[in-house]
Each structure stands twice: as C-alpha cells, then as structure tokens.
C-alpha cells in the first residue's frame, strides 16, 4: 500500500471498535504501528521519513521496550495467561501466573468474555497442589466454562 496514510487510518478505525468489544482500553492498553514484514521497516529502526513521511512514532522494537512489565506481586489479582485448553473432566486451561495466588474453590473470572469459574484442582508438575502463586506453570481444572 505504499505506506499510505489513508490505508492506516482504515485500519485503525475498523480495528479499533473490534478491540473496544473484547475488553481493551484502546487509548491506553493499545499501539498501533505502520510496520512491514515483508521487509523489515519500522520493526528495528524507524522507518525512513522519505518512505513514510507522515509517522514520526516508534518503531516496533522501540515500542515493545517501553510496555511496562507488571510485577509478579503474589497479593496482586491473579493473572494466568492462557497458553492451552483441553477437556479433562471438565475445562483444563495451562499457563504460568504472573501474579496473585489461586486456591481450590476460588472463584475467578476469564477474559476477554468475562465468563465467572470456579477453581476444581490445580496442578503443578503434574503432582496435585491446593494453592499457587507468580511464577509457576499450572493447569487448573474449571467449572462454569465450555473449551
């Protein structure tokens, strides 16, 4: 599209109410960047201003280096991003907690769809645990939620 700044305004308006309906705070949680795969520019060094003379932003790198990490606070809300699912007397979801605890029979709530579970067991190495915290990778068995 020749770095048209016609073509990144479409975008960023038709993506914009998509992530607004999936829970992000667009404003805030969200950065859009012209990049191109293909080859490369604006991933690693800004793109050049003859080729792209109306972005004066970061570049992806540039981008990504200045997210501010949240801290693995075991006392925070919990926070497991889900990296796997599968059905195993019911819901089986694997990530590792970046922060807060989880206990059997708490009750917690997925995202983006908000849907309300509640905690049946945890594991941790494949051995059976009651509580868990930041940093360990688990597979918590759900109720209240379809694969």
Known sequence: VNWSKERYDEIESKMTPF????????KKDVTFLPIS????SNMKERVD???CPWWNGPCLFEALDAIEVPSRDPKGPF????????KDMGTVVMG???SGSVCEGDNLLVRPNKAQVKVFAIYCNENKIRRAGPGENLRVRLSGIEE
């Open 19 to 26: 992530l607004k309906s999936l829970g992000y705070n667009v």
């Open 37 to 40: 795969g293909l080859v490369g």
């Open 49 to 51: 201003k003859n080729t």
């Open 79 to 86: 926070r497991l991003p889900i990296i796997d699912k599968f």
């Open 96 to 98: 590792k907690v970046e």
